[in-house]
Antibody, heavy 117, light 106 residues
């Protein structure tokens, strides 16, 4: 069974940093692109970033370029999102997702990031 | 940049109704269009990928159609568990979701 479990969310002050993790199990992690998708409270879905199988390709939504870094550790079956210079508008539930056939096939349960003073 | 316009933003329907949700891209995206269902407090669930391919395990009352710029999600006979919010997403370029359609009970 495919499982994705996010962790690392919490309350952080504007300008602060946070690192999200996603632990994957039930599939060959190193064979799939992975994504982070977020959802602000009461709002719609927004793709944030994705990464290819060996970490050599990374793409970001414009609003997080230069502030967020996606990475992965295939030996640990883990996906990460390093977030810095956080803003109030980054407040959201962050989901990790396994990508296949240019879609987000499996999703984690999400972790809430709140940026507030 | 590609824009995705989903309509309606909400609708009220009864169990057994046929429901249609549309998604329009501002430029052609081929068949790189996915549909997701999200229930309150839960992660989204993939229903349809590549415009018309049914994800494994998804009931056959869900179907998708379209290509180019205009796409449709159809629920042939609405069931109680289908009341949720539905999102389209293009993956022709940087992934982008539509604004969502909330399907409510009439």
């Amino acid at each position: 069974e495919v499982q994705l479990v996010e962790s690392g969310g919490g309350l952080v002050q504007p300008g602060g940093s946070l690192r999200l993790s996603c632990a994957a199990s039930g599939f060959t992690f190193s064979s799939f692109w992975m994504s982070w998708v977020r959802q602000a409270p009461g709002k719609g879905l927004e793709w944030v970033a994705n990464i290819n199988q060996d970490g050599s390709e990374k793409y970001y939504v414009d609003s997080v370029k230069g502030r967020f870094t996606i990475s992965r550790d295939n030996a640990k079956n883990s996906l990460y999102l390093q977030m810095s210079s956080l803003r109030a508008e980054d407040t959201a539930v962050y989901y990790c997702a396994r990508d296949d056939r240019r879609s987000h096939e499996y999703w984690g349960q999400g972790t809430l990031v709140t940026v507030s003073s | 940049d590609i824009q995705m316009t989903q309509s309606p933003s909400s609708l009220s329907a009864s169990v057994g109704d046929r429901v249609t949700i549309t998604c329009r891209a501002s430029q052609t995206i081929g068949s790189y269009l996915n549909w997701y269902q999200q229930k309150p407090g839960k992660a989204p669930k993939l229903l349809i990928y590549a415009a018309s391919s049914l994800q494994s395990g998804v009931p056959s009352r869900f179907s998708g159609s379209g290509s180019g710029t205009d796409f449709t999600l159809t629920i042939s006979s609405l069931q109680p568990e289908d009341f949720a919010t539905y999102y389209c997403q293009q993956t022709y370029s940087a992934p982008l979701f539509g604004g969502g359609t909330k399907v409510e009970i009439k």
